[in-house]
């Protein structure tokens, strides 16, 4: 594995960096809006493909670097589990679940990142990060729900195995690292390029041949694929490299606060008192999640057995004096 230095939290290094990451769920806000605007109508899966594989060729050509030995399975399943899996359940959860249910059980991302980086990096979630978690679901719930959302079984599955795919996806890109002189520029590639090969037969199952684009189409695509994937997930890697797994999860609650700013400023969307005091919720749960993470605690090591003192050698014992009669 390569050398990757780590910065103290608290300090300026790690403030830059952190902040440097959160920009990626930033910009993933603003999917929606480009989405409605920009893109051909009801094309989820061909959209997902178009985010994804040129996005990841584009970094192959740049990096020129491909995966080998044990990281051919190791990107294929990152891909899969960060892009190629979240990618389809993130849609399907969103066609089937109304008034923003499915952001909702995306905010429970940070909550499965907990129980995975117990069970495959040892760090011990606190109550503090739990109670975060739990406040980043109660503030984008505010932010995104409406009265009139239902709940549906199948969108209700996706939403969570969504969450708890790209979670999975988080903790294991940090558990495995980067092969020794190979950057989070080259792995991004890698993973994108997975996820884009596993989108394209889901994406011609589904939806059929690829449809005529115009100038905005590829303008809209154009954004989706430089700066909302190449560039957002190359900075997400590289904060995952640099911070704990967990407190890069609790960013993602900065996504639809995000899309709810975005939309009122370019869409004109209204935000309401209760969307206010959910964005203040969701801020809330995402900082108080970026406390460091603890190391589980390891088994007391059993104490070594109390050995019988030697008793010094037949020829080092010092000649006594004679009893005397």
């Known amino acids: 594995m390569g050398t990757i230095t780590t910065p103290r939290p608290g300090s300026a290094t790690y403030a830059g960096t952190l902040a440097l990451t959160a920009l990626t769920p930033l910009a993933w806000g603003s999917t929606y809006a480009v989405t409605t605007e920009f893109l051909p109508p009801d094309r989820p899966m061909f959209t997902a493909l178009m985010r994804a594989l040129p996005a990841g060729l584009l970094l192959l050509a740049i990096g020129r670097v491909l995966p080998r030995g044990v990281w051919i399975w190791r990107a294929a399943v990152l891909g899969a589990l960060n892009i190629g899996v979240f990618f389809p359940l993130l849609f399907l959860a969103a066609y089937r679940l109304p008034g923003g249910v499915a952001a909702v ?75 020794e002189g190979v950057g989070a520029l080259a792995l991004t590639g890698w993973q994108l390029t997975a996820g884009g090969l596993l989108l394209v037969p889901v994406a011609l199952l589904v939806e059929g041949a690829p449809p005529a684009l115009n100038g905005v189409n590829l303008l809209g695509y154009a954004y989706l694929g430089i700066l909302g994937t190449a560039l957002a997930y190359w900075l997400w890697f590289r904060g995952i490299s640099r911070l704990s797994a967990t407190s890069v999860a609790f960013l993602i609650l900065l996504s639809p606060v995000s899309a709810a700013v975005i939309g009122w400023a370019a869409l004109g969307q209204s935000l309401s008192p209760l969307q206010l005091l959910g964005m203040v919720i969701a801020l809330g749960g995402t900082l108080l999640g970026q406390a460091p993470a603890r190391p589980a605690r390891r088994a007391a090591a059993p104490p070594e057995p109390v050995r019988p003192t030697a008793w010094p050698a037949a020829e080092t014992v010092p000649d006594r004096p004679a009893a005397s009669a």
């Open 105 to 179: 059980l995306g905010a429970a991302g940070p909550l499965f990142a907990l129980g995975f980086a117990a069970l495959l990096l040892s760090e011990r979630p606190t109550v503090r990060k739990v109670l975060a978690g739990v406040l980043g679901v109660v503030g984008v719930g505010l932010v995104v729900l409406r009265a009139e959302a239902r709940l549906d079984a199948a969108g209700v599955i996706a939403g969570l195995a969504g969450a708890a795919s790209m979670s999975a996806g988080t903790v294991l890109t940090k558990r495995w690292g980067r092969p």
